[in-house]
């Protein structure tokens, strides 16, 4: 049956506004948190210990928000919370995000999660790297919190905010959390005034997972002996104190040798008991904005000082490096990603807490405006030493952020202190190392021996900005060219700036060399690693050096340093070999050599072998030889030195020029018989 055209007009209207209505359907946006905002009271909102809804704060348009009064106390500890249990479809992404504030500075609250399951509350929910999603909040301003997890074989989890603290801080202060929000991945509401931050975006420069058998020197290097403050370890490279385990880079504390162990040069009163482990990027990797990041391990224990840390890639290695090719510290910079400092007593503050602190200044005084002032954060429970976390900075020219396990704990936007700017927008080099005791820790506890800092990777990412950033820094600052290892031989003085330049006029490249890679820890006390050549002005101590392998550390410097220039630094291996063992010679021989006569062999003279008949051949072949051949026959080869009769081709009448009378007489005959053929 036709339909009419009133029909199909109708159909095509439905049609068309269907069309139009299914986007709206698709992006409709479900959050999960039920009376979110607390706008009617507690309904939906479990509470213990005095969680309460307020109308003292609230964030936005509101009125009212959840909080945590001085009134949530467990005996003489902060203990309370509120929150929501939600049901959620397992092996599915969520996000989770809310806004918090506390009214007392130094007060601690925690927003986090728990499992559910059978309706008892279970562990803390860990994010995709493992770690706790607990963020600490510790702000006096309201600030949005968030963390991500996958629901793997659960049906439901407690959203809350907790108090749980021995603080008085903590005791006495409200902590408020509004606008909780809980989205399965994807399905955030794009119409929010807050952007969710875009790790997908972030595009992998470097990394280092530790599974290959040794450490990768290509990319690390080595910081040794006594170096800094009232430390009682003495940084060595031992395999039984920097190793690689199970993919994993550990640095171990063990007992220093009686005998080896002295006073710290610093602090007379501080006993170098422990040997450890300290390795760094120097020279070798740098970083210019990005994320750095680690997955660690962290140890605990009285005076443990683990630090995963950074500092200006111009650094002169405490005296490592002449003082005119670089700059010290804090002109330098120094970024602190991560710094515990432990005690002896299990899950307490310090075994739970890491640091977040960056140092810098215009002369030895580090006076900088955000110098020093640094921020803790701390689990809720248990010490770092339970499991892995990660620890990273989110760097932009001008902003630094902290994050742990992928949470941001601290922001520093430097970009209004001039003298700040000036140090940190420059490349930086990573440093990991086992501190045991010090000025800030006190005492290191004896007993600790076998405490280890475990590291599962490091990992070096950017985003489009951040690399357009760098790109605009590396546009106009110097670069090292033709920088390559070099063999040279024992008492050379070779010119180690041949062929080595860079692209601005106004800089000039030097060089300092030091024995890291000779280090030798077999002496008692202090021993160290020394600044042997300091520049190309001493270039005439190169002779004087011992067979080994060397740093040179190249610089491209300007001709007017201070602490705002810019300077590129490059480390590479001065290997030197011993001297050619010269070419052994055979005497002439007096005697005669007696060879049996024959008919055949009328003109078979007993001729005595001449110094030209031996010593011509070595001699060809010795100057044929390049610098860093091997000698046939050297000890490198395992065979006969050159010179001895056994290598030697046999001397004949040939060799010496002399053709015997009865070839003569041959080409002769033969010549006659091809010219009567032709006539």
Not at 468 to 485: F, H, I, M, T, W
Not at 502 to 519: A, G, K, P, R, W
Not at 611 to 640: A, E, F, M, P, Q
Request: hydrophobic share 30%.
């Amino acid at each position: 049956m036709k339909k009419s055209l009133k029909t199909k007009l109708c159909v095509l209207f439905c049609f068309v506004a269907s069309l139009m209505l299914f986007p709206v359907i698709v992006e409709a946006q479900t959050n999960l948190i039920q009376n979110s905002d607390f706008e009617l009271g507690d309904v939906a909102w479990d509470s213990r210990n005095k969680g309460e809804v307020t109308s003292e704060q609230s964030y936005g348009t509101g009125r009212y928000s959840g909080v945590l009064s001085p009134k949530a106390l467990s005996g003489n500890f902060a203990n309370g919370y509120i929150g929501q249990v939600v049901r959620i479809e397992p092996n599915t992404n969520y996000t989770v995000s809310a806004f918090a504030k506390t009214d007392t500075e130094g007060a601690e609250g925690y927003f986090t999660a728990r499992w559910f399951d059978n309706d008892q509350q279970g562990e803390i929910v860990t994010d995709v790297n493992g770690g706790a999603v607990d963020q600490t909040v510790n702000s006096t301003e309201w600030r949005k919190y968030q963390f991500s997890f996958n629901s793997g074989n659960h049906t439901k989890v407690l959203i809350q905010l907790v108090k749980w603290s021995e603080s008085e801080k903590t005791k006495k202060s409200n902590i408020f959390i509004d606008n909780v929000e809980m989205y399965k991945d994807n399905e955030q509401n794009s119409d929010k005034d807050e952007k969710p931050r875009d790790d997908t975006a972030y595009n992998l420069v470097w990394r280092d997972d530790f599974d290959q058998a040794s450490l990768n020197l290509n990319d690390w290097g080595y910081e040794l002996g006594s170096i800094r403050g009232h430390e009682q370890q003495h940084y060595v490279s031992n395999s039984e104190n920097v190793f690689l385990r199970d993919g994993n880079l550990v640095l171990r504390a063990t007992d220093r040798p009686a005998e080896k162990q002295y006073n710290n040069p610093r602090n007379e009163e501080r006993r170098v008991i422990y040997n450890s482990g300290s390795v760094r990027t120097h020279g070798k990797k740098e970083f210019l904005y990005g994320k750095l990041e680690i997955r660690a391990k962290l140890p605990k224990g009285q005076g443990v000082f683990p630090a995963f840390w950074t500092l200006g890639s111009d650094f002169c290695l405490d005296g490592k490096i002449a003082g005119e090719q670089g700059r010290g510290w804090p002109t330098t910079g120094e970024i602190d990603v991560m710094e515990l400092v432990g005690d002896s007593q299990e899950g307490s503050y310090a075994n739970r807490t890491v640091y977040q602190t960056i140092h810098y200044g215009e002369n030895s005084n580090h006076f900088g405006k955000y110098s020093g002032n640094g921020t803790a954060y701390s689990i809720s429970n248990g010490n770092f030493s339970d499991d892995f976390h990660t620890f990273a900075i989110d760097w932009y020219e001008g902003k630094i952020s902290w994050l742990v396990d992928g949470v941001v704990v601290r922001t520093v936007d430097y970009s209004d202190d001039e003298l700040a700017s000036k140090i940190f927008n420059k490349p930086q080099y990573a440093q990991l190392n086992l501190a045991m005791g010090g000025a800030w820790p006190g005492p290191a506890g004896t007993g600790l021996a076998g405490t280890e800092f475990m590291i599962d990777y490091i990992s070096y990412s950017r985003n489009d900005v951040q690399k357009e950033q760098a790109d605009r820094y590396y546009a106009v600052s110097p670069r090292l060219n033709g920088v390559k290892d070099v063999t040279i031989t024992e008492g050379e003085v070779p010119d180690l700036l041949s062929g080595v330049s860079t692209n601005l006029s106004d800089y000039h490249v030097d060089y300092s060399i030091d024995d890291e890679q000779m280090f030798d820890d077999s002496g008692n006390g202090n021993t160290n690693v020394s600044l042997l050549v300091a520049g190309k002005a001493n270039r005439e101590k190169i002779a004087t050096l011992p067979v080994g392998r060397y740093n040179i550390h190249y610089s491209a410097i300007p001709n007017d340093l201070n602490y705002a220039s810019y300077v590129d630094r490059k480390t590479v291996v001065l290997t030197i070999e011993p001297k050619k063992p010269e070419t052994e010679s055979v005497p002439p021989t007096t005697e005669k050599k007696e060879e049996p006569q024959t008919k055949d062999s009328p003109n078979n003279d007993k001729r005595p072998e001449t110094k030209h008949d031996k010593n011509n051949i070595d001699s060809t072949k010795s100057s044929s030889l390049k610098k860093g051949d091997d000698l046939v026959g050297s000890k490198h080869s395992g065979t006969n030195k050159v010179g001895s009769r056994s290598i030697l081709p046999k001397t004949n009448a040939l060799n010496n020029g002399q053709m015997p009378v009865i070839g003569v007489i041959f080409v002769v005959l033969i010549g006659l018989y091809s010219s009567k053929i032709k006539n």
